[in-house]
Protein backbone atom coordinates (compact mmCIF):
# COMPACT_ATOMS: atom_id res chain seq x y z
CA UNK A 1 0.00 0.00 0.00
CA UNK A 2 2.57 2.59 0.60
CA UNK A 3 4.68 1.35 -2.45
CA UNK A 4 1.01 2.61 -4.16
CA UNK A 5 1.14 5.89 -2.28
CA UNK A 6 4.15 6.82 -3.23
CA UNK A 7 3.42 6.18 -6.87
CA UNK A 8 0.14 7.87 -6.65
CA UNK A 9 2.03 11.07 -5.67
CA UNK A 10 4.71 10.53 -8.05
CA UNK A 11 2.01 10.68 -10.91
CA UNK A 12 0.40 13.25 -9.59
CA UNK A 13 3.46 15.20 -10.77
CA UNK A 14 3.42 14.05 -14.26
CA UNK A 15 3.53 16.63 -17.09
CA UNK A 16 4.64 15.13 -20.18
CA UNK A 17 3.81 11.67 -21.29
CA UNK A 18 6.81 9.79 -23.54
CA UNK A 19 5.55 6.83 -25.59
CA UNK A 20 8.36 3.92 -26.92
CA UNK A 21 6.31 3.18 -30.21
CA UNK A 22 6.86 -0.31 -31.40
CA UNK A 23 5.62 -3.06 -28.55
CA UNK A 24 3.76 -0.02 -26.68
CA UNK A 25 1.67 1.76 -29.11
CA UNK A 26 1.77 -1.21 -31.41
CA UNK A 27 1.85 -5.16 -30.67
CA UNK A 28 5.42 -5.08 -31.91
CA UNK A 29 4.62 -6.50 -35.15
CA UNK A 30 6.38 -4.70 -38.21
CA UNK A 31 4.59 -5.38 -41.38
CA UNK A 32 6.76 -5.55 -44.61
CA UNK A 33 4.75 -6.36 -47.98
CA UNK A 34 7.83 -7.18 -51.42
CA UNK A 35 8.02 -3.50 -52.14
CA UNK A 36 9.59 -2.90 -48.63
CA UNK A 37 6.52 -0.76 -47.82
CA UNK A 38 5.92 -1.04 -43.73
CA UNK A 39 2.70 -1.15 -42.29
CA UNK A 40 2.13 -1.02 -38.19
CA UNK A 41 -1.54 -1.33 -36.65
CA UNK A 42 -2.20 0.84 -34.16
CA UNK A 43 -5.36 0.81 -30.81
CA UNK A 44 -7.59 3.32 -31.64
CA UNK A 45 -7.80 3.34 -27.71
CA UNK A 46 -4.67 5.05 -27.52
CA UNK A 47 -5.05 7.61 -30.03
CA UNK A 48 -8.26 8.30 -27.79
CA UNK A 49 -6.35 8.18 -24.50
CA UNK A 50 -3.70 10.90 -25.91
CA UNK A 51 -6.53 13.09 -26.48
CA UNK A 52 -7.38 12.95 -23.49
CA UNK A 53 -3.82 13.38 -22.07
CA UNK A 54 -3.54 16.68 -24.28
CA UNK A 55 -7.20 17.71 -22.76
CA UNK A 56 -5.69 17.46 -19.91
CA UNK A 57 -3.00 19.75 -20.33
CA UNK A 58 -0.04 16.94 -20.57
CA UNK A 59 2.27 17.26 -23.18
CA UNK A 60 3.01 14.23 -25.14
CA UNK A 61 6.05 12.32 -27.19
CA UNK A 62 7.09 9.44 -29.00
CA UNK A 63 10.17 8.03 -28.87
CA UNK A 64 11.36 5.20 -30.73
CA UNK A 65 14.76 3.12 -31.54
CA UNK A 66 13.46 2.77 -35.41
CA UNK A 67 13.14 5.06 -37.80
CA UNK A 68 9.65 4.90 -39.86
CA UNK A 69 7.24 7.22 -41.60
CA UNK A 70 4.05 5.20 -40.52
CA UNK A 71 5.27 6.44 -36.64
CA UNK A 72 5.41 10.45 -38.02
CA UNK A 73 1.87 9.78 -39.67
CA UNK A 74 0.65 8.69 -36.32
CA UNK A 75 2.23 11.25 -34.16
CA UNK A 76 0.63 14.13 -37.11
CA UNK A 77 -2.84 12.49 -36.49
CA UNK A 78 -2.63 12.02 -32.97
CA UNK A 79 -1.07 15.91 -32.63
CA UNK A 80 1.90 14.40 -31.45
CA UNK A 81 4.75 17.36 -31.30
CA UNK A 82 7.82 15.69 -30.44
CA UNK A 83 8.83 12.69 -32.43
CA UNK A 84 12.23 11.62 -32.10
CA UNK A 85 13.39 8.39 -34.49
CA UNK A 86 16.23 5.92 -35.10
CA UNK A 87 17.52 6.72 -31.87
CA UNK A 88 20.58 3.56 -30.09
CA UNK A 89 20.59 5.52 -26.88
CA UNK A 90 17.20 6.75 -26.00
CA UNK A 91 18.32 8.52 -22.69
CA UNK A 92 19.83 12.19 -24.43
CA UNK A 93 16.93 11.96 -26.56
CA UNK A 94 14.61 11.39 -23.60
CA UNK A 95 16.08 14.33 -21.86
CA UNK A 96 16.03 16.64 -25.11
CA UNK A 97 12.36 16.26 -25.50
CA UNK A 98 12.31 17.10 -21.84
CA UNK A 99 14.33 19.92 -22.11
CA UNK A 100 12.60 21.10 -24.98
CA UNK A 101 8.42 20.47 -23.47
CA UNK A 102 10.55 22.61 -20.57
CA UNK A 103 9.55 19.36 -18.14
CA UNK A 104 12.50 18.34 -15.38
CA UNK A 105 12.67 14.74 -16.32
CA UNK A 106 10.99 13.65 -12.71
CA UNK A 107 7.77 15.11 -14.12
CA UNK A 108 7.86 13.16 -17.19
CA UNK A 109 6.67 9.81 -17.80
CA UNK A 110 8.16 6.90 -19.93
CA UNK A 111 5.93 3.70 -21.44
CA UNK A 112 8.13 1.13 -22.68
CA UNK A 113 8.87 -2.61 -23.30
CA UNK A 114 12.43 -3.83 -24.03
CA UNK A 115 15.69 -3.15 -23.33
CA UNK A 116 16.85 -0.51 -24.68
CA UNK A 117 14.05 1.60 -22.53
CA UNK A 118 15.95 0.85 -19.25
CA UNK A 119 18.16 3.72 -19.38
CA UNK A 120 15.28 6.06 -19.42
CA UNK A 121 13.28 4.09 -16.63
CA UNK A 122 16.40 5.08 -14.50
CA UNK A 123 15.33 9.01 -14.91
CA UNK A 124 11.81 9.23 -15.55
CA UNK A 125 9.89 10.31 -13.27
CA UNK A 126 7.82 7.32 -13.40
CA UNK A 127 8.77 4.59 -15.43
CA UNK A 128 6.00 2.30 -17.10
CA UNK A 129 6.12 -1.31 -18.57
CA UNK A 130 3.18 -2.47 -20.80
CA UNK A 131 2.09 -5.89 -19.75
CA UNK A 132 3.66 -7.65 -22.28
CA UNK A 133 7.06 -5.79 -22.07
CA UNK A 134 10.29 -8.08 -21.53
CA UNK A 135 11.01 -9.45 -17.66
CA UNK A 136 13.44 -7.38 -16.60
CA UNK A 137 11.72 -4.48 -18.13
CA UNK A 138 9.03 -5.20 -16.16
CA UNK A 139 11.09 -5.76 -12.92
CA UNK A 140 12.97 -2.23 -13.31
CA UNK A 141 9.75 -0.53 -13.91
CA UNK A 142 7.21 2.09 -11.43
CA UNK A 143 4.17 0.11 -12.79
CA UNK A 144 2.95 -2.36 -14.98
CA UNK A 145 0.15 -1.77 -16.90
CA UNK A 146 -2.66 -4.62 -17.35
CA UNK A 147 -3.01 -4.00 -21.01
CA UNK A 148 -0.48 -5.39 -23.30
CA UNK A 149 1.03 -2.92 -25.58
CA UNK A 150 -1.06 -2.02 -28.89
CA UNK A 151 -4.18 -2.77 -27.32
CA UNK A 152 -4.84 -0.05 -25.04
CA UNK A 153 -1.51 0.24 -22.68
CA UNK A 154 -1.57 4.04 -23.49
CA UNK A 155 -4.96 4.80 -22.77
CA UNK A 156 -4.71 2.84 -19.34
CA UNK A 157 -1.72 5.13 -18.12
CA UNK A 158 -3.84 8.08 -19.35
CA UNK A 159 -6.45 7.50 -17.36
CA UNK A 160 -4.65 6.92 -14.53
CA UNK A 161 -2.55 9.89 -14.93
CA UNK A 162 -5.86 11.61 -15.08
CA UNK A 163 -7.81 10.18 -12.64
CA UNK A 164 -4.82 10.31 -10.10
CA UNK A 165 -4.67 14.23 -11.14
CA UNK A 166 -8.31 14.37 -10.17
CA UNK A 167 -8.86 15.94 -13.98
CA UNK A 168 -10.70 12.83 -15.28
CA UNK A 169 -14.34 13.56 -15.21
CA UNK A 170 -13.40 17.38 -16.41
CA UNK A 171 -11.02 16.06 -19.37
CA UNK A 172 -13.84 13.30 -20.58
CA UNK A 173 -16.51 16.12 -19.90
CA UNK A 174 -14.84 18.47 -22.18
CA UNK A 175 -13.84 15.45 -24.87
CA UNK A 176 -17.30 14.22 -25.02
CA UNK A 177 -19.00 18.37 -25.32
CA UNK A 178 -17.46 18.94 -29.11
CA UNK A 179 -18.34 15.54 -29.98
CA UNK A 180 -21.84 15.01 -28.68
CA UNK A 181 -23.07 16.94 -31.72
CA UNK A 182 -21.65 15.00 -34.01
CA UNK A 183 -23.92 11.85 -32.81
Not at 73 to 94: D, H, M, S
Not at 111 to 121: A, H, N, T
Not at 133 to 150: I, L, N
Amino acid sequence: MARETSLNARLKQIRLLVCDVDGVLTDGTIVLDSSGHEAKFFSVLDGTGLALARLGGMQTAFLSGRNSAVITARARECNVPWVIQGVAEKLPAFARICQQAGIPMSAAAFVGDDLIDLPVFKKAGVSIAVANAMPEVKRAADWVTRTRGGQGAVREVVERLLKVQGQYARVVARYLNPHASKN
